[in-house]
């Protein structure tokens, strides 16, 4: 007899090892090709981590809102540089600013509005749970 296989779905779904994951996925890599050290760069990465903070943090969000998230981020960042023309007396293509607008409020009526708590114990739990680590340290 043969080994046995493991079934896997046949859709190509089947989520992949962490060694077969993009480096965008496993969190090495902010966009592909870009190093991340560019002004632009750090503030989508800014912006990105600030809404996915105001959501609870990245790890309680779905792949889809993490998504969307990102595409906030850059229409931000983008919004924000015709905003520095302007601010500099440049010009600027009022109809793109207007479109960036409404594709943000777009978004962010999908991604979510509302800042959501992240879950910390109350004062007695933290005592508690303070207490015993400190009452098992084995100094007598």
Known sequence: MGKTKTARPRNGIAP??????SRITNGKTL????DGR???ARRFRDIAGQV??????A????EVKLQLIRRFAGAAALAEQLEAKLANG???????HAALTSSLVRISSRIGLTRAMKKV???RDYIEGKASIDDGDGDE
């Open 16 to 21: 992949p090892s962490a060694a077969n994951r």
């Open 31 to 34: 966009l592909p090709g870009i």
């Open 38 to 40: 560019s002004a632009l």
């Open 52 to 57: 996915a903070s105001d959501l609870g943090g």
């Open 59 to 62: 790890e309680r969000l779905s």
């Open 90 to 96: 440049q010009s600027v293509d009022v109809a793109e």
């Open 121 to 123: 114990p109350d004062l």
